[in-house]
């Protein structure tokens, strides 16, 4: 197989050095048919000199200057070959003035695309030509690729000259669009093999990146400019022809770096340790922002040859290390294009050389898929019509089958395990004999234990070593397939719509299969096409019970969304409401299963699975089970539960005897004592992370089993189960929420605050400010913590005062409290808030006395323990921002006004203040002014006469006096 691809990677390489080369050895070619007036001269840097004229946009970078006694006899026959020259050239001879052609534009070079495809000739007679023939070669400003880069220098009969020409561009230009369409019809043979018969391919560095060679291959071989003629901007067809090239000529580069051993080992994990910086996810995005670069500016297209030899330097080296013949010759080749480019050397084949090479490998690999795609669907075809030929029994064409499967794996054994109705399981076993096939069949009452975790998983094992620590893992010191021929083996489970059915096994096969990926496939889609041919075999003989599990599960469904509907009608959910709601799920799902088990949250970090509920159990197992530990393991793939939990899908097991070499013998003796004949496990998903919640684990001691019929109902039940369990964690987190936010928003704006609606509130009324005095010295004796427990302790109280006389507790700043009573400046509202100042100011000063006073080393400054502010005014209210955060607050001016109030009262005697705003609301003549004005607004500030009593007053209800 290895001697096979090498040798075709090197007719791969030689085909393409030949192309490559033919600007190098096509005149030679053509001279063996040619007379003697073909004359081949050479290199053309031989006559190279020193050029100083300049343009505006270009300058000429090199003077070729060749003696015409060197071309031969000049008559009106003689043409002469100059090869490939960048980017425009001006052909003249003796004479500047006496000019014969010129090539593109030479005060605008570079504009044509084409230049390094176009071998240009020119015709010379003796009329005008005497002595030299000069060819100028204009470049852009700026430009490294000059003069000639390929083709022989010819001259002679014109005839020969033009099919040098011909032939130099043939290999040169039009074979890259016959490779295009090659490789164009290969990519449409693949997608219909891939996506129409679902045969799988293995993709290697080069094909992942098919639409990069395909876009270069359009641009650099002119397709695209033929099917969309409007696009005449070349430099943007330029840029794009870059960007494309060096995608795919880069990134299989760095894709190999990745996968090589030094690569991961040594330089990967320590980059990727640095902040930021994931190696692989984002790659591609570096070559956008390349591309977007390399459209700007003339002066970073000099970065695309040392970039690409950046990467391949590295490849090569590593590929020479390890032989890997077809990323050393790829990387080989663009390193010799890299330098053709940047240091313009001559005979180094040309740019598109490795772009030959990689788009033979990806045909050649495209036609070798073609073939197995038809083989597959041959097979494919034949297992229908075996399927379908009554003559036969369905043992006869068991038999055939893994004759056939043998062959086309073309493995030594063939092993067929079918699940049996007794846990037990039949054996087929298909050899050869001395060139003849072999059958051989018997029953086992147990499972084998590899093929029981096979069936479990419902997952291929690939390449398992029979010495293995995870072969002995599993088997528990049984034997499994002990006495097969070879070292490694596979397994298939084999699945119906009922459950599973039973396994297939591949042994004795060469060791060289291990290291192919591209024979896994193959094997891999020549089972996927006869799986269900064994799936229609084993069912005609083994007929299960089928229980009409779409009925049972819409049920389900509807009896849990009239749990949801119970749930949202609690107001408050605490862990007794948590319980009750996920009892009434696994009833549910108990009783309308025939089934007894428990529900569990999982651990993520212990990866304990903590039972919350459970039922159906005796007691003596309910028991066992709630002080036992369940653990879900990362590494524990063997129990349907963890199972479930690790490989984030449902379990189900129809007969729990096929599972009895894998379970834990603790597990395996509960599950007996339950006399339990099926089980399932159903892992619960968070909605928001799709992280795993826990299990609903159900068993069953009936004759009528779980079976994959339920596998679509039970994901239902699972996506329901969470969004029910997504609810109740939004409900206890919205009452979180809410207790967390009424220590600093009141109340009536908690739920349009969650919900994010707006939460201002325009108002204009009464605002009454309430300060403890003392408290900075308080607070240094007992400490701030201690402070705020005593303003917590005394808030529900204030709260219901304020409440009493229809004031609001708006905001707590330390020791300020601020209430607002919206108002329109009647008397009721004035007296209300004398009320309230009044029995605010007899509450704080008797806690001052029953608590404050008794503090220690503290004496009172004055007889006062509170000063009390109001004012009318602007009091509407809403959120400010504070460092970063937000904070309940009163916007309007009549908050700025009372804390300057407050700030000019803490010098005056009294302990009841107002501004003239709210004097003037009713005229009191209880009031004084105490000749102070208030610093913003100018008004008089007033102080309630301490003597004053607001009993007699006939406007106070006997209700509201202070008690």
């Excluded at 596979?490 to 004795?508: E, K, N, Y």
């Excluded at 008004?939 to 007699?952: A, F, I, P, R, T």
Aim: aromatic residues 12%.
């Amino acid at each position: 197989m290895r001697i096979k691809s090498g040798l075709l990677t090197f007719v791969f390489l030689l085909a393409s050095l030949i192309i490559a080369y033919a600007p190098e050895w096509g005149a030679r070619y053509v001279s063996f048919f040619a007379d003697s007036n073909f004359k081949i001269i050479g290199h053309l840097a031989a006559y190279a000199a020193e050029c100083k004229l300049k343009k505006e946009n270009s300058y000429c970078a090199v003077l070729y200057k060749i003696p015409l006694k060197d071309l031969g006899e000049i008559n009106s026959n003689l043409a002469f070959g100059a090869g490939m020259i960048l980017s425009a050239t001006k052909y003249y001879c003796d004479d500047p003035a006496n000019v014969i052609t010129t090539y593109a534009d030479i005060d605008n070079p570079g504009t044509l695309n084409s230049m390094t495809s176009t071998y240009q000739t020119v015709i010379l007679n003796s009329n005008s030509c005497k002595q030299y023939l000069y060819i100028e070669a204009w470049v852009p400003n700026l430009s490294r690729r000059m003069g000639h880069i390929g083709g022989t220098v010819v001259a002679g009969n014109f005839i020969y000259v033009e099919r040098v020409k011909r032939f130099i561009e043939f290999f040169n230009s039009d074979i890259r669009m016959l490779i295009f369409y090659i490789f164009a019809l290969c990519i449409l043979v693949k997608f219909i093999l891939k996506d129409v018969f679902k045969i799988k391919f293995e993709r290697n560095y080069f094909e992942s990146y098919y639409w990069a060679w395909f876009g270069y291959l359009s641009l650099s071989s002119g397709f695209l400019q033929i099917f969309l003629p409007s696009v005449d901007n070349l430099i943007v067809m330029t840029r794009l022809s870059n960007f494309f090239s060096l995608v795919a000529h880069l990134m299989p580069g760095i894709l190999y770096l990745e996968h090589t051993q030094f690569f991961s080992e040594k330089i990967k994990t320590k980059i990727e340790q640095m902040r930021y910086i994931k190696i692989g996810k984002y790659s591609f995005n570096v070559f956008v922002v390349a591309f977007l670069l390399f459209s700007l500016s003339p002066f970073l297209l000099k970065g695309f040859a040392p970039l690409l030899l950046a990467v391949m330097v590295p490849v090569f080296l590593i590929t020479c290390r390890y032989l890997h013949f077809e990323m050393l010759i790829f990387s080989g080749l663009i390193i010799l294009s890299c330098v053709k480019i940047f240091f313009n050397m001559p005979y180094l084949p040309q740019t598109h050389i490795a772009s030959l090479f990689v788009a033979m490998l990806i045909m050649a690999r495209i036609l070798k898929d073609f073939n197995i795609g038809i083989r597959v669907t041959t097979l494919m075809y034949w297992a229908r019509k075996l399927l379908f030929d009554k003559s036969k029994s369905v043992e006869e064409k068991t038999q055939e089958l893994l004759f056939r499967l043998r062959q086309e794996v073309k493995a030594g054994r063939i092993t067929f395990i079918q699940l049996t109705n007794n846990g037990g399981c039949k054996i087929s076993i298909s050899t050869m004999n001395h060139s003849l096939p072999k059958l051989e069949s018997f029953e086992r009452d147990e499972v084998p234990p590899v093929f029981a975790h096979t069936i479990s998983l419902q997952e291929q094992l690939w390449h398992v070593q029979k010495n293995s620590g995870f072969l002995a893992q599993v088997k528990k010191g049984k034997r499994a397939i002990s006495d097969y021929a070879g070292d490694y083996f596979c397994i298939f489970p084999v699945s119906g719509p009922r459950g599973p059915l039973g396994g297939i096994a591949i042994t004795d096969y060469p060791q060289r299969w291990i290291e192919d990926q591209q024979h896994d496939l193959e094997i891999s889609s020549i089972f996927e096409v006869l799986m269900p041919s064994f799936v229609y075999l084993i069912e005609s003989q083994n007929q299960m019970n089928n229980d009409n599990w779409n009925v049972i599960s819409d049920e389900i469904i509807h009896d849990l969304k009239m749990v949801a509907l119970n749930l949202n009608s609690h107001e408050e959910i605490d862990a007794n409401v948590t319980k009750n709601t996920l009892s009434s799920i696994l009833k549910i799902l108990s009783l309308k299963l025939s089934s007894f088990g428990f529900i569990g949250q999982l651990n993520s970090e212990t990866r304990r699975v903590h039972i919350l509920t459970d039922f159906g159990y005796s007691e003596a197992s309910s028991q066992q089970i709630n002080n036992g530990a369940i653990y879900a393991h990362h590494e524990n793939q063997q129990g349907p539960l963890p199972l479930a939990i690790n490989r984030k899908r449902i379990s189900i097991i129809p007969d729990i005897r096929w599972l009895k070499g894998v379970l834990h013998p603790v597990s395996a003796d509960l599950l007996t004592r339950n006399n339990t004949k099926s089980c399932c496990a159903v892992p619960i998903f968070k909605k928001a992370t799709n992280e795993v919640w826990g299990v609903v684990w159900l068993e069953r001691s009936i004759d009528s089993a779980f079976s994959l019929y339920l596998q679509n109902g039970l994901e239902k039940i699972s996506l329901c189960i969470g969004e029910l369990l997504d609810g109740l964690e939004q409900q206890l987190t919205h009452q979180k929420t809410k207790r967390a936010l009424s220590t600093f928003v009141p109340q009536q704006v908690i739920n349009n605050l969650i919900e994010g609606k707006d939460v201002d509130q325009q108002d204009s009324g009464i605002l009454l400010m309430l300060d403890l005095r003392d408290s900075t010295r308080i607070t240094g004796i007992i400490g701030a913590d201690a402070w705020i427990k005593h303003i917590e302790t005394i808030r529900p109280d204030i709260e219901m005062l304020a409440a009493k006389y229809r004031f609001k507790l708006q905001n707590i700043q330390w020791d300020a409290f601020y209430f607002t009573l919206s108002s329109t400046g009647n008397n009721q509202d004035y007296v209300d808030g004398l009320c309230l100042a009044q029995e605010l100011k007899r509450y704080i000063h008797n806690y001052y006395i029953a608590v404050l006073y008794k503090i220690s080393s503290y004496t009172p400054a004055s007889k006062y323990s509170s000063r009390i502010c109001l004012t009318f005014g602007d009091t509407s209210r809403g959120l400010a921002p504070a460092g970063g955060e937000k904070y309940w607050t009163i916007k309007g001016v009549a908050m700025a006004e009372i804390v300057k109030l407050e700030s000019l009262c803490k010098k005056l005697p009294g302990e009841i203040f107002a501004t003239g705003s709210y004097f003037n609301v009713s005229h009191d003549p209880n009031w004084k002014e105490t000749g102070q004005k208030h610093p913003s607004s100018c008004e008089n500030v007033y102080s309630l006469n301490d003597q004053n009593s607001l009993v007699g007053f006939s406007e106070i209800p006997p209700k509201k006096l202070a008690s």
